[in-house]
């Protein structure tokens, strides 16, 4: 069963930057879409940023100008470059990928953590 793995995840002061990597345990990555969400304590996981098997990316608009989101997928990783980050960006980052049919997968979130 695929699993994915998150890591980069840390406590950096605003205005700093952190990479967030979701490494896939094969080369799944080419074939299915794949999402970063956020979620802050007692609020739901929210979609912060995607990539479509085809490249296309969106984003949030609270993030749109300083996160980039891209893949290697050689590596079967996905990336989450978060730049100017704001205390608001606080919280467990978890990456999903989306199936054809549908289904998705999680993985088990790294910590980000913006002071002020």
């Known amino acids: 069963q695929v699993q994915l793995v998150e890591s980069g995840g840390g406590l950096v002061q605003a205005g700093g930057s952190l990479r967030l990597s979701c490494k896939a345990s094969d080369k799944i990555i080419s074939m299915n879409d794949m999402g970063w969400y956020r979620q802050a304590p007692g609020e739901e996981r929210d979609l912060v940023a995607a990539?479509?098997?085809?490249?296309?990316?969106t984003y949030a608009d609270s993030v749109a100008g300083r996160f980039t989101i891209s893949r290697d997928i050689f590596q079967g990783t996905v990336y989450l470059q978060m730049n100017s980050l704001k205390p608001e960006d606080t919280g467990v980052y978890h990456c999903n990928l989306v199936y054809p049919d549908g289904s998705t997968k999680w993985g088990q979130g790294t910590q980000v953590t913006v002071s002020s």
């Open positions: 990539i479509t098997v085809g490249g296309t990316t």
